[in-house]
């Protein structure tokens, strides 16, 4: 069992950057593909960004592509970030982690075997 817990949310200004963090109790995250979605009121969960277990490999959806990066930390191997920068209102939403064991579909929230309880994101126009 992994218990992810996700942080960094916040109220930000429109260009403005936040980055979330993505912590897992008690277990390293080497072993695990990782992935971050969101979800906007209303709307269905989206993929945003994912990692693969080396690193080597991250996708983005094209709505975050060069203003998001996803990395983990080198040092601590139970950590993954996700830096956002120029925020956009349309950013707004309730933000997920997500580890995935398989080669899966990483965009494919159906891939992902433990999420998050989400941490909020609010970007104000």
């Known amino acids: 069992q992994v218990q992810l817990v996700e942080s960094g949310g916040g109220l930000v200004q429109a260009g403005g950057s936040l980055r979330l963090s993505c912590a897992a109790s008690?277990?390293?995250?080497?072993?695990?593909?990782m992935g971050w979605f969101r979800q906007a009121p209303g709307k269905e969960r989206e993929f945003v960004a994912a990692?693969?277990?080396?690193?080597?490999?991250?996708?983005y959806a094209d709505s975050v592509k060069g203003r998001f990066t996803i990395s983990r930390d080198s040092a601590k191997s139970t950590v993954v970030y996700l830096q956002m920068n120029s925020l956009k209102p349309e950013d707004t939403a309730v933000y997920y982690c997500a580890a995935r064991r398989r080669v899966s579909t990483y965009y494919a929230s159906t891939s992902y075997d433990y999420w998050g309880q989400g941490t909020q994101v609010t970007v104000s126009s």
């Open positions: 990692i693969s277990w080396s690193g080597g490999a991250t996708p």
């Open positions: 008690g277990r390293s995250l080497s072993n695990y593909a």
